[in-house]
């Protein structure tokens, strides 16, 4: 909202230079975003907050500044109070009118004056500049005054060639189906049954509380008028706005709520200026409704002030300050106050908002600084501490942790193999790219991929630890951590001794070092968990036996899908939520060896078949307990050896807690470890 | 040799030296126990009684001025690339090192955050970012129809067909608020930071997911100038002991009184830059003493108990506190982003 400096000295007598005024209502409150000099003026744009509608008017700001700087609030002599409305005069000619209201909830106040005789034209300069120097378009002196009086009061008026209304009644009725109306802004509008409209005998001619309509507004031949001053009720504004999708300030306020008396002093002080500036003769008023409930009054107790803001505020201090708010402060009993609330602050309701009244005026800047006792209190399970330990394994795996959109389209996902009953799509989504809760991170983590490619980033080893979202057939789907990797490009070195280049390209058996190190890090023992490799593309994943994702590597179409050319991916996604339900919480001293041992190697060639974890197992079981640990420690394929068949050695290492372990025991178990191999591998020793 | 032709011979001489050894070699000319200044000092005795102080004290700086003259050779020689080392070990060759990663700099910023707060007894949680719209909006004091939602803008689920509760995606980590006094009792003091989602259109200062950090404390005896306390602690761990301070009354629907808090600004200490506005202050929280209703709504007693509440967008604050000019560089994930926090 903008006001200007000038104007509002109309209401008050601001002794402040215009910073120190923006500066003192910011700190009240009433945020001052900036001004500017206009023709030796200054206009201030404020930010209002949603539960102050009164500041939406000068009178409110003026009002604000009274109570601050300690000064009366001017005004105008030919306003009238609004305290006492002139009673409908139906001994008037003119006034053969009646208003109809429809439902007493949708719209509790409707006035209106009926002005003859007017000349409608060009408004005064200085009223001109007044409106255009906060952003108001003249249009022609009659409805310039309607505005200029809703910035000074807050209450919107509109004014009816009463020329073109039929039926002498004004209806405020809810809209019937199929009607229609060209509002001011020339915009042929539907209504419907939620809309609330001013209707004369046959059709609508105003959207209430929101907008004219173009064939009755004030024109240069329009003689006579019909000034409305209403109440309508929020929510049906707020809804009949959104409906037609139109801002306008006078919705802008009634949303927020405008009260009676606002509204008889509003119709009064433009009847006044129209009499004035345009020389018509208010011929007569006609009210329907009575808004004016009684005066809320809350009790507050200065105890309550004090122990919210921890100050020691006495009891004469505080009525000091709401009664320059414009509050009635009566003393109730010692240290409860009972304090009517005037009709312009709706938005107190309770004790808690004239605390709040007291903080603002006092000053937040004069409440001391105190830190809280805080009582020790057991902080559980953390769940942030256990992910910021993963992340911190996965960065020192030489991995970058990104963070992407949780929301998706559902394409990607369909070629992951979603189908759309699955997803859970948004009601109301931007665009269609982010249109569903993502299930899985994979996608948005290869996008990552293809955008730092396109950089010539490289090479890439990203991770990222976010929800996964899913539907359980619960009344609320399911969204739970999930971890997700993907490696493209590998590292290059010059190896120190006769440089030579090494390249370490990604491939499954660098997403299997990242989770064997995570999960030996999560207390998950490699006896716990097993690959098994599905295809060239995919290796599942399980922990006893519970599926906990997988390892890929990307197919041609999902790279192409991407647009990455001449890459490979691999990716590894997985449930956190499963791996923390399967971490082990404790950990065990176990003793180890201080017997020398004795290493033994064994070279074999077996089928190409063989998965080596089969070796690997033979060589387990039949060693015996001798055996600490077995290793395959080189592989070869190519010329020398067989077709179809592969060259391992693996070495076994061999060690007793109890004793230096003799030669001969060494060999006889190794001896069963080759014949196991030969045996059950069909493998040949070299 | 007299002093002055000693300068000229050593100006020659440490031209000349191209390698340590070289320099060495100059050295002990010069400096050595038989060398020039040896050798011009021993003349001393012989000289008349009234001359010596002078001599000596010429001797003298002559010394030091070859002290500093090898030195600075020595430094120059030093500073050229060393050669190869006679097995071939050249440590101007490339490093070989594991990698080490990165966290995001909206972590790192979380987890200061969070620490700090830890530090001072708070708790960390987390919530959903599911919500239902009780506890984004209702349990928050927020009514349905009423202007207050329109700063709130969101998503909305469809619905699943089992949903008994209309769904949305939480637009602020308030609603962990409700969750947290639902299942705890007071005394409560406690943080949680998370993902938020707003239907706002990508662009340099908007973005449809944000981060926030939530917190709030609640037990008897709390008071507006706890919130002050806290609330400046944190300020000044993150942002410097030397930065101000300003409480300034706003309104939120679940807090009462409100209030929004701004630091003086970090990039031109008030003396007015863009970032600021020439303002001076930076908005970078909003607070406020934790409305009536929400205790209700949570069943607390307002008369027993009162608490503050307190939120902050991270990526905001990880935008002043390094200087980043747009927000969508966060959800880029370009390397050369994520490599510089």
């Given at each position: 909202m903008k006001f200007s400096y000038q104007w509002l000295q109309d209401f008050v007598d601001v002794r402040m230079t215009p910073r120190e005024l923006a500066d003192t209502l910011t700190m009240a409150g009433l945020e001052v975003k900036g001004w500017e000099e206009k023709q030796g003026d200054t206009v201030f744009e404020a930010e209002i907050t949603s539960n102050r509608p009164d500041w939406l008017s000068l009178m409110g700001i003026a009002r604000e500044v009274a109570a601050i700087s300690d000064r009366a609030i001017k005004q105008p002599k030919d306003w009238g109070t609004g305290k006492k409305p002139a009673p409908s005069c139906r001994s008037s000619a003119a006034a053969q009118f009646s208003i109809d209201l429809e439902d007493q909830s949708d719209c509790p106040l409707y006035t209106a004056r009926i002005i003859t005789g007017v000349r409608v034209g060009p408004s005064p300069e200085w009223l001109r500049q007044r409106l255009e120097a906060i952003g108001c378009r003249s249009v022609n002196n009659v409805v310039d005054i309607t505005n200029y009086v809703l910035y000074e009061l807050?209450?919107?008026?509109?004014?009816f060639d009463l020329a073109t209304l039929g039926g002498n009644i004004i209806r405020v009725r809810r809209a019937r189906a199929g009607e229609t109306i060209a509002t001011i802004d020339g915009v042929q509008r539907q209504l419907s049954g939620d809309i609330l409209v001013i209707a004369d005998e046959n059709r609508p001619v105003a959207v209430a509380g929101i907008m004219g309509g173009k064939d009755t507004e004030v024109i240069e031949r329009t003689t006579d008028i019909l000034l409305e001053a209403a109440l309508f009720n929020p929510v049906v504004v707020r809804r009949g706005r959104q409906k037609l999708g139109m801002q306008s300030e006078a919705a802008y306020r009634f949303e927020r709520g405008v009260d009676a008396d606002t509204a008889l002093a509003a119709s009064q002080r433009a009847a006044a200026m129209i009499r004035e500036i345009c020389g018509g003769t208010p011929a007569s008023v006609k009210i329907a409704g009575h808004a004016r409930g009684k005066p809320r009054s809350i009790s507050l107790q200065v105890n309550a002030v004090n122990r919210m803001l921890g100050i020691g505020l006495s009891a004469a201090k505080i009525k000091t300050i709401l009664v320059a708010l414009g509050f009635t402060v009566k003393t109730k009993t010692a240290g409860v106050l009972a304090v009517t609330v005037p009709p312009f602050r709706q938005d107190a309701q309770g004790e808690i908002d004239l605390i709040e009244e007291v903080a603002r005026i006092y000053g937040y800047a004069r409440i001391p600084t105190s830190l809280?006792?805080?009582?020790?209190?057991?902080?559980?399970?953390?769940?942030?501490?256990?992910?910021?330990?993963?992340?911190?394994?996965?960065?020192?795996?030489?991995?970058?942790?990104?963070?992407?959109?949780?929301?998706?389209?559902?394409r990607t996902l369909a070629a992951?193999?979603?189908?759309?009953?699955?997803?859970?799509?948004?009601?109301?989504?931007?665009?269609?790219?982010?249109?569903?809760?993502?299930?899985?991170?994979?996608?948005?983590?290869?996008?990552?991929?293809?955008?730092?490619?396109?950089?010539?980033?490289?090479?890439?080893?990203?991770?990222?630890?976010?929800?996964?979202?899913?539907?359980?057939?619960?009344?609320?789907?399911?969204?739970?951590?999930?971890?997700?990797?993907?490696?493209?490009?590998?590292?290059?070195?010059?190896?120190?001794?006769?440089?030579?280049?090494?390249?370490?390209?990604?491939?499954?058996?660098?997403?299997?070092?990242?989770?064997?190190?995570?999960?030996?890090?999560?207390?998950?023992?490699?006896?716990?968990?097993?690959?098994?490799?599905?295809?060239?593309?995919?290796?599942?994943?399980?922990?006893?036996?519970?599926?906990?994702?997988?390892?890929?590597?990307?197919?041609?179409?999902?790279l192409e899908r991407n647009d990455i050319k001449n890459r490979e991916v691999f990716a590894l996604e997985l449930s956190l939520a499963s791996l923390l339900r399967q971490r082990s919480s404790g950990k065990a001293f176990k003793p180890f060896a201080r017997f020398p041992g004795i290493l033994r190697d064994i070279s074999l060639v077996v089928k190409n078949d063989i998965p080596v974890q089969a070796i690997l197992d033979v060589v387990r079981d039949s060693a015996g307990s001798l055996l600490q640990k077995a290793a395959v420690v080189d592989f070869y394929r190519g010329p020398h050896i067989p077709p179809g068949h592969k060259n391992f050695t693996v070495s076994c290492f061999y060690c007793s807690p109890e004793r230096t372990l003799s030669e001969e025991e060494v060999g006889q178990a190794h001896a069963r470890v080759t014949a196991a191999l030969q045996q059950q591998c069909a493998a040949g020793l070299r | 040799m007299d002093i002055q032709s000693i300068k000229k011979s050593l100006e020659a001489d440490i031209a000349g030296a191209q390698s340590a050894p070289e320099l060495d070699a100059v050295r002990v000319k010069y400096l050595g126990r038989k060398g020039l200044l040896a050798q011009l000092t021993a003349t001393i005795p012989s000289l008349a009684v009234e001359e010596r102080a002078a001599f000596g004290k010429q001797a003298n700086e002559l010394k030091a001025h070859i002290v500093a003259l090898l030195d600075e050779k020595q430094r120059s020689l030093g500073d050229r690339a060393a050669g190869p080392s006679r097995s071939g070990v050249d440590i101007g060759m490339p490093a070989i090192h594991q990698d080490v990663g990165r966290l995001h700099v909206l972590t790192q910023i979380i987890?200061?955050?969070?620490?700090?707060?830890?530090?001072?007894?708070?708790?960390?949680?987390?919530?959903?970012?599911?919500?239902?719209?009780?506890?984004?909006?209702?349990?928050?004091?927020?009514?349905?129809?009423?202007?207050?939602?329109?700063?709130?803008d969101t998503f909305y689920l469809r619905q699943p067909a089992q949903a008994t509760e209309r769904l949305l995606l939480r637009s602020q980590t308030s609603p962990v608020q409700i969750r947290a006094m639902k299942t705890m009792k007071p005394p409560l003091a406690v943080v949680a930071p998370g993902r938020v989602y707003r239907p706002d259109a990508v662009d340099a200062s908007h973005s449809f997911m944000f981060h926030q950090i939530e917190g709030f404390v609640v037990d008897r005896g709390i008071?507006?100038?706890?919130?002050?306390?806290?609330?400046?602690?944190?300020?000044?761990?993150?942002?410097?002991?030397?930065?101000?301070?300003?409480?300034?009354?706003?309104?939120?629907?679940?807090?009462?009184?409100?209030?929004?808090?701004?630091?003086?600004?970090?990039?031109?200490?008030?003396?007015?830059?863009?970032?600021?506005?020439r303002k001076g202050w930076l908005e970078i929280l909003g607070s406020g003493m934790i409305h009536p209703n929400v205790f209700k709504h949570v069943g607390y007693d307002p008369a027993v108990y009162t608490g503050f509440a307190f939120g902050m967008g991270v990526e905001r604050i990880a935008m002043l506190k390094y200087g980043i000019n747009d927000i969508r560089l966060f959800y880029e994930n370009d390397l050369r982003f994520l490599k510089q926090f």
């Open positions: 807050g209450e919107p008026l509109h004014a809280p006792k805080v009582t020790l209190q057991s902080a559980g399970v953390d769940p942030a501490a256990r992910i910021a330990g993963i992340k911190q394994v996965l960065v020192s795996l030489g991995l970058d942790e990104v963070i992407t959109y949780s929301l998706i389209d559902r992951e193999g979603f189908s759309d009953e699955s997803l859970i799509a948004l009601q109301n989504p931007l665009n269609q790219e982010q249109e569903v809760l993502r299930p899985i991170l994979l996608p948005s983590l290869v996008r990552c991929v293809a955008h730092n490619l396109r950089q010539q980033q490289f090479p890439i080893a990203i991770f990222e630890i976010a929800k996964g979202f899913s539907l359980t057939g619960a009344s609320v789907p399911a969204e739970s951590y999930r971890l997700g990797v993907a490696l493209c490009g590998g590292r290059q070195w010059l190896a120190e001794k006769e440089y030579s280049c090494v390249q370490d390209d990604p491939g499954f058996l660098h997403l299997k070092g990242i989770v064997e190190v995570l999960f030996e890090r999560l207390g998950i023992a490699a006896a716990e968990y097993a690959f098994t490799q599905q295809d060239d593309y995919r290796c599942a994943l399980t922990v006893r036996g519970e599926p906990v994702g997988a390892l890929r590597r990307l197919d041609k179409a999902s | 987890q200061e955050i969070s620490e700090i707060f830890k530090n001072m007894g708070f708790i960390i949680v987390e919530g959903p970012e599911i919500e239902t719209e009780f506890n984004n909006f209702t349990g928050l004091n927020i009514p349905l129809e009423h202007p207050s939602r329109e700063a709130f008071t507006f100038s706890d919130l002050k306390g806290v609330l400046e602690y944190f300020a000044r761990a993150v942002f410097g002991q030397d930065i101000k301070m300003r409480f300034r009354p706003h309104f939120f629907p679940f807090t009462e009184p409100s209030a929004e808090v701004d630091i003086s600004c970090i990039i031109c200490k008030q003396k007015g830059c863009s970032v600021c506005g």
